[in-house]
């Protein structure tokens, strides 16, 4: 239990891991997969954006002081690790174009075949 | 400017991407614009060889931020070579698609071209990049630029494309995890840095578990055999054109990535921290180059068969990398060029084929020699390469992965790769018998000579012996290239 308390968004992590995971291999239809595609590369920027957080008071990386007061720097023990959250700007960037091109293959895929289910066009290359 | 060789190498071919993407759908034009800027890309990855091979070394520091903190760019002279073998298949692929835009692209040529030189960009950065995120990136970028590129093929591409998009996104994910866990444990991406670091710990779950995600995740875009489901279908529908630049690199870069994850990061130590991977590897290794060839035995359509034997080569690369001997791995290395280049040879058949006689499956190759013996020829040349035949390269890098496999008593590795070259012989003396031995008398109007088939042809015959020359010279490129990165 202690093992699960402790850790609780890896575990989370995994748990939604695992359910895109089942979603796009499980599944039939071609945009459910793709719906487990997204919460697959979700659930990572979740465990990255995890990772940059800390208990306790801590504030954001920038230089404090307001405008003409001395500037103060901040100890890096008081600030979120920023890097993970800035690596997964990128991340995203890429989920949205792998979801944006799978969309579009959908789209033509349906127009060839009518259907989104995997096993019926399957059939229907299959008879063709 | 010569600092800045290894930069422009990457973002060289994406500015002309960009540009190409605004240009008119007019052929003749394109072709010129993308053969031109090949070319100069090709000159610059040359340069960038040249470099290496003076310097040993070259890094460069993204907008001047040194390494922990910024993305650090690094060419060995293995990747130097890798990088020059990028540029030089992508000209050649160019040239050798080009015949087929007409029918199999269309009116949207200029966005096809855009995304072949981001293939090219995404390819290049793959090989030089040092930052083990920024490899994620590039890596996704490539397989982007992929599936765009397949899908033009149309018809059964659509679902191919939709398959790969699935496999190759849940591939690069692992490989993300991979990085997480290992940015978790050391706080640095940078691959010099990682390795540092982890040559003064000892290896804990966490650091094996990161392992295990990279390599399943390289594995899938290995197209490793059970996890290869997504490769034939896709490379066999894509356009030509495509199939020509993604077949010879795609795969061989994920194994390239593989030995940096092996090498570079983990410091080639492996074995010594968990010896039971490399027994399964090199048996899933040996599985697969099986598998491979038999699925490619199974298929009646020439890009198939050669598709389905791009799963068995994975396995040879694969088994020796995993190797426990120094061998091994050079052998791994060198299979890899060998391999880039007679498969970029397989391919350009392919092309060469049907505009010879019309078509790709095993029925329509009766009397090839007779309508294009150039063609025919280069069929020849790359079927002894692929069987092992000295002195062409495939022989050597055999050669170089069975002493590798026998000195480290994996003999399964050596069983297999002993029964593919006999499969690869079965697979080629089909083709061949078809080719030179024509069933059935042929009327005379069928015997015509076809222009273009031989103008391919000759390319591919071109390049196939050009295999010769790398076999002939394989110690010396093992010398100069592969030795002085791979650890012994």
Sequence with gaps: ?128 | MSDQLIILAIIYPLFVGVVTSLMPCRERLLAIWGMVHLALANLLSLGLLVQTLTEHQVTYHLSGWAPPLGIELRATVFSGLISWLISAVALVGFIGGRDTWKDQVGERLPHFLALFFLLVAAFQGLCLSNDAFNLYVMLEISSLATYGLIAFGGGRAYLATFHYIVMGTIGASFYLIGVGYLYIKTGTLNISDLAQILAGVPWTEAYILALGFLIIGLLLKMAVFPLHLWLPNAYTYAPDATSILVAPLSTKLAVFLMFRVMFDIFGGVIDDNIPSWSLFMVLLASFGILAGTSLSLAQRDLKKIFACLIVAEAGYMLGGLWLHDPRGNVGALFHLVNDAVATLVLFLVVVAVQESVGGRNLGHLSGLFRKSPLTAAALIVVAFNLIGVPPFAGFFSKATLITGAIASGRLEFVVALLLASLGNLVIFFRILERAYFPSEEPFEEKWTRSKRGDVLGALALCIGLFLIVLGLQSNTIMDLFIRPVVPL
């Design chain 1, 1 to 128: 239990m202690s093992l699960i308390q402790s850790g609780f968004i890896y575990w989370f992590f995994v748990v939604l891991l695992m359910i895109g995971m089942y979603g796009a291999v499980g599944k039939d239809n071609l945009v459910k997969k793709l719906i487990g595609l997204s919460i697959f590369q979700t659930a990572i920027i979740l465990f990255y954006v995890s990772i940059g957080f800390k208990n306790g008071p801590a504030t954001i990386p920038i230089l404090q002081g307001g405008h003409g007061e001395p500037i103060k720097d901040i100890a890096a023990a008081s600030y979120f690790n920023p890097v993970p959250h800035v690596l997964m700007l990128t991340a995203i960037v890429v989920g949205v174009a792998t979801v944006g091109v799978a969309l579009a293959v959908i789209q033509r895929l349906y127009a060839e075949y009518g259907t989104l289910e995997e096993n019926e066009i399957l059939d229907k290359i299959a008879n063709s």
